[in-house]
């Protein structure tokens, strides 16, 4: 049974930082690409950042380009999300998504669709 679970979400004042987990397990693709969204109350969802596990590539959306980092730990199979100079804006429960994909597969925006969803996690951000 595949498992997505993300972690580390919470209340940061603006300026702060949070790291989030997404562990995911019960899966047996070679090659597949995290999606990192996120949705705030009354706006649509937005994907926020990709990786490929298929070659590294990644992928972040113009509104946390510089602030937001995706990586992975490839003993546990976790991939984080640290995300520094929160703003107000930034507020929304995040998901972490995941898609099988073919060898050579390049995150070259949001993943388009996702095989397993995670619960998500909140993040608050107060000015």
């Known amino acids: 049974e595949v498992h997505v679970v993300e972690s580390g979400g919470g209340l940061v004042q603006a300026g702060g930082s949070l790291r989030l987990s997404c562990a995911a397990s019960?899966?047996?693709?070679?090659?597949?690409?995290i999606g990192w969204f996120r949705q705030a109350p009354g706006k649509e969802r937005e994907g926020v950042s990709c990786?490929?596990?298929?070659?590294?590539?990644?992928y972040y959306a113009d509104s946390v380009k510089g602030r937001f980092t995706i990586s992975r730990d490839n003993a546990d199979n976790t991939m984080y999300l640290q995300m520094n100079s929160l703003k107000p804006e930034d507020t929304a429960v995040y998901y972490c998504a995941v898609v099988a994909t073919s060898s050579g597969y390049r995150c070259r925006g949001p993943i388009p669709f996702a095989d397993y969803w995670g619960q998500g996690t909140q993040v608050t951000v107060s000015s």
């Open positions: 990786y490929s596990t298929s070659d590294g590539s990644t």
């Open positions: 019960g899966f047996t693709f070679d090659d597949y690409a």
